[in-house]
């Protein structure tokens, strides 16, 4: 929770802006989760590169809405379930809001926890139930990490796990480049058939995420907490640093994150496109991976499961995170965050005790999540245009404007791939 920085701030002069970045590193581990792995590879091994535009339209929307999620945390020191939880007075209100927050943070858990459990698998023959149990296990610790040792240690120790998530995911193209003209080509929106819209909004789902949105505003808030409500006015925080300082700043740290973010993600389908189209068996995360040793080598194969592993284990720390401030900012109930993942691990781990399909449970998460984006995207849009709530900060109109339109795009985006998942179409 919120720290007294001014010893930090000591050491760290203003003018080393490196210090300022981080939160949205974090917060973009949510953009490289096993759904995303699973949606993409499937992508490129379906339509080759046909979609491409899709990742980099993702990306884009990714950043606006991520920049304002850390703009809410930065200027008014409250996360947006925080916020959320004092705007909304009626006690039934809050729970049922905290009920569907919660199905979605519990939905991402399941398939980070699966993600992880196929990659023990895959490199070490661990049987789903004790892979999925390790993958908990270990995210505990880091999120004990976070709470005896605060932000910073937690933002090394998930960016260390990042730059691991982004060596396995494109470690391949080096050995099998894409072809540049089905690049370019992949850049020209379109699309064949319903699968291939299909896969561009699970794409979209699996990219734009409601726990993302609650994490950052909270991983901010964190990390520059200003004194007082005062700040939202644009006075100077207690550490000497200005709120619109920290804002530049926070455009440099997100962009930087979904730059990452966004080349991995468009790695994965690009070395699914180039090696992996018209395979059989590649619309899982095992049938890529022996497609991968098969094509590519073992080496290529295992990098691609160290990633899945590394991406498994960042990400479900991350949603463990958001789901302890959805309660908290929610029903006002703290819970020690290695208590809550412990309760969260237990579906997933059923869910693979029981024998259910990994892929076909990842799929499954995504849709749960698809419900839960217009509770979170249309809070952050409206809040953040609100001069009460940021004060000088609030959006510009052009920024508003493009806030809604990426709203409203995403929720019928995930409305169609609502659609087409219950009606078979």
Same mark, same amino acid.
């Given at each position: 929770? =919120? ?10 002069? =203003? *003018?080393? /802006? ?23 590879? %499937? ?32 200027? %008014? ?10 705007? $909304? ?21 399941? /398939?980070?926890?699966? *993600? +992880? ?16 149990? #390790? ?18 240690? !937690?933002?090394?120790?998930?960016? +260390?796990?990042? @730059? ?31 699968? &291939?819209?299909?896969?561009?909004? &699970? ?9 993302? #949105? ?9 990390? !520059?907490?200003?004194?007082? =409500?005062? /700040?939202?006015? +644009? ?10 300082? $920290? ?19 468009? /790695?994965?389908?690009? $070395? ?31 990098? !691609?499961? @160290?990633?899945?592993?590394?991406? +498994?284990?960042?990400?479900? &720390?991350? *949603?463990?995170?958001? *789901? ?13 965050? =290695? ?13 693979l005790a029981v024998g259910v399909d990994p892929t076909l449970a990842l799929v499954l998460s995504q849709v749960v999540l698809s419900f839960g984006i217009p509770f979170a995207l249309v809070p952050l849009v409206a809040l953040t245009a609100r001069r009460e709530v940021l004060g000088v900060h609030r959006n510009r109109a052009l920024t508003t ?25």
């Amino acid at each position: 929770m =919120p720290k007294n920085l001014d010893a930090v701030g000591r050491r760290h002069a =203003p *003018g080393r /802006a490196a210090w300022l970045l981080g939160p949205a590193m974090v917060a973009g581990v949510a953009y490289l989760d096993p759904g995303n792995v699973a949606s993409n590879m %499937t992508a490129g091994a379906s339509f080759g590169y046909l979609l491409v535009w899709v990742v980099v339209l993702g990306n884009v929307m990714a950043w606006l809405i991520q920049y304002l999620s850390a703009k809410l945390g930065i200027v %008014t020191g409250e996360s947006l379930p925080q916020i959320l939880g004092r705007r $909304l007075h009626r006690r039934w209100a809050r729970r049922v809001y905290w009920l569907q927050a919660e199905l979605v943070a519990m939905a991402t858990d399941i /398939a980070e926890v699966i *993600g +992880g459990a196929v990659a023990l698998n895959l490199l070490f023959g661990i049987p789903l139930v004790w892979g999925g149990a #390790i993958t908990g296990i270990v995210s505990m610790l880091l999120l004990v990490v976070q709470s005896r040792r605060g932000a910073r240690a !937690f933002e090394a120790v998930l960016i +260390g796990l990042l @730059v691991i998530i982004a060596v396995g995911f494109t470690f391949g193209l080096f050995f099998a480049p894409p072809d540049p003209g089905g690049v370019v080509a992949g850049l020209v929106p379109r699309f064949e058939g319903t699968n &291939s819209v299909l896969l561009a909004a &699970s794409i979209l789902g699996a990219t734009i995420m409601p726990h993302a #949105i609650y994490a950052h505003s909270a991983l901010s808030r964190d990390r !520059f907490a200003p004194d007082t =409500p005062t /700040a939202a006015a +644009g006075l100077e925080h207690a550490r000497g640093i200005s709120t619109p300082r $920290l804002l530049r700043a926070t455009r440099w740290d997100v962009t930087i994150a979904l730059a990452v973010a966004g080349t991995v993600n468009l /790695a994965i389908l690009l $070395l699914a496109a180039a090696n992996l189209a018209g395979v059989d068996g590649t619309d899982s995360l095992e049938g890529a991976y022996a497609a991968l040793r098969d094509g590519l080598g073992p080496l290529v194969a295992t990098m !691609f499961a @160290v990633g899945l592993l590394a991406s +498994g284990l960042a990400s479900t &720390s991350v *949603g463990a995170y958001a *789901g302890a401030e959805i309660m908290q900012g929610l029903l006002r109930v703290r819970i020690p965050l =290695p208590a809550r993942r412990l309760v969260t691990l237990i579906p997933a781990l059923v869910i693979l005790a029981v024998g259910v399909d990994p892929t076909l449970a990842l799929v499954l998460s995504q849709v749960v999540l698809s419900f839960g984006i217009p509770f979170a995207l249309v809070p952050l849009v409206a809040l953040t245009a609100r001069r009460e709530v940021l004060g000088v900060h609030r959006n510009r109109a052009l920024t508003t404007m493009a806030g809604i339109a990426a709203a409203v795009f995403l929720i019928a985006l995930n409305a169609v791939l609502l659609w087409l998942v219950f009606t078979g179409g």
